[in-house]
T-cell receptor, first 114, second 111 residues
Framework: GAGVSQSPSNKVTEKGKDVELRCDPISGHTALYWYRQRLGQGLEFLIYFQGNSAPDKSGLPSDRFSAERTGESVSTLTIQRTQQEDSAVYLC????????????FGPGTRLTVT | RKEVEQDPGPFNVPEGATVAFNCTYSNSASQSFFWYRQDCRKEPKLLMSVYSSGNEDGRFTAQLNRASQYISLLIRDSKLSDSATYLCAVKDPGSARQLTFGSGTQLTVLP
């Protein structure tokens, strides 16, 4: 079946511009996660959505970062007034439900802020 | 101390060698444990879950040591295609974020 998809795969933007990244989770997966991975670094948790519950935003690094999810489907991660330190790969993952801890990742969006 | 720590490596081993990585975790109440594999410029992919009694999948063996709070991954008869970064992930109780990932251990298998 179809896996997690993300778009765009690559995004180059100028410092100060806003960007929007999209994630389509695996159909039927109620849990969705966003991570950031800087070059040569590990995964940095950003935000977690579970069904209709309030999202866990504890990993968002600043108020320039926000995310939304429509029901149990598509999610968008928005970064406002991008900075060079925002350059990274943004990974989305989904899992079946709250008690299924196995996460399946999308291919990521590589963001470069110039 | 980081919640989940891994030796970043790199580990450079010859084909056919046996190599082992450890991953330590700080919360003694941690519940579930996983190993992920990440190829260069690719997304992480689930390699295997780690069960309390230890588990094996072909050339790969995962073990859990609760007393010392670490998990391990053993790769036997390593292949060139095993070259990747191996990430451990830990589920902490009460953590809404579900999994905390280590920074990864880089493995290169040399011909």
């Amino acid at each position: 079946g179809a896996g997690v998809s993300q778009s765009p795969s690559n995004k180059v933007t100028e410092k100060g511009k806003d960007v929007e990244l999209r994630c389509d989770p695996i159909s039927g997966h109620t849990a969705l996660y966003w991570y950031r991975q800087r070059l040569g670094q590990g995964l940095e948790f950003l935000i977690y959505f579970q069904g209709n519950s309030a999202p866990d935003k504890s990993g968002l690094p600043s108020d320039r970062f926000s995310a939304e999810r429509t029901g149990e489907s598509v999610s968008t991660l928005t970064i406002q007034r991008t900075q060079q330190e925002d350059s990274a790969v943004y990974l989305c993952a989904s899992s079946l439900n709250r008690v299924s801890y196995e996460q399946y990742f999308g291919p990521g969006t590589r963001l470069t802020v110039t | 101390r980081k919640e989940v720590e891994q030796d970043p490596g790199p580990f450079n081993v010859p084909e056919g060698a046996t190599v082992a990585f450890n991953c330590t975790y700080s919360n003694s109440a941690s519940q579930s444990f996983f190993w992920y594999r990440q190829d260069c410029r690719k997304e992480p992919k689930l390699l295997m879950s780690v069960y309390s009694s230890g588990n094996e999948d072909g050339r790969f063996t995962a073990q859990l040591n609760r007393a010392s709070q670490y998990i391990s991954l053993l790769i036997r008869d390593s292949k060139l295609s095993d070259s990747a970064t191996y990430l451990c992930a830990v589920k902490d109780p009460g953590s809404a974020r579900q999994l905390t990932f280590g920074s990864g251990t880089q493995l290169t298998v040399l011909p």
